[in-house]
Nanobody, 114 residues
C-alpha cells in the first residue's frame, strides 16, 4: 500500500504562484510514476502533469510553460510548481501514484481569484 498526502494549496491572485507537494509513504518502491490531476466543480477530472520513475514528464496543454512537476526521491515527494496562475486553474488538485496499484491522496484546494 502507498499513502499520499498533498499540501500547499490555498488562495492566490491571478498571475501568482503556488507549489504543491505530494509526500508518499508505505510501499514506495512499487511506484512507477506519479500524476497530478485536478477537478473543478462540474468538470471532469483532468490530468495536469505526470512524472515517471525515469523522470519523463508530461503536461496538459493548458499548463505547459506555466507548471513544472519535479520529484525528490530522498523525500519520496513530488512537487507541482504552478506559475502564472489563472482563475481557470481553480480546482481540487489530487496526487496519484501508480505501479502495483493506483493510489490517491485526499486532494488540496487551489483557488485563483482576486
Amino acid at each position: 500500500q502507498v499513502q499520499l498526502v498533498e499540501s500547499g494549496g490555498g488562495l492566490v491572485q491571478p498571475g501568482g504562484s503556488l507549489r504543491l507537494s505530494c509526500a508518499a509513504s508505505g510501499s514506495t518502491f512499487s511506484i512507477l510514476g506519479m500524476v497530478w490531476y485536478r477537478q473543478a466543480p462540474g468538470k471532469q477530472r483532468e490530468l495536469v502533469a505526470q512524472i515517471t520513475i525515469r523522470g519523463t514528464t508530461n503536461y496538459a496543454d493548458s499548463v505547459k510553460g506555466r507548471f513544472t512537476i519535479s520529484r525528490d526521491n530522498a523525500k519520496n515527494t513530488v512537487y507541482l510548481q504552478m506559475g502564472s496562475l489563472k482563475p481557470e486553474d481553480t480546482a481540487v488538485y489530487l496526487c496519484s501514484a501508480y505501479g502495483s496499484g493506483n493510489y490517491w491522496g485526499q486532494g488540496t484546494q487551489v483557488t485563483v481569484s482576486s
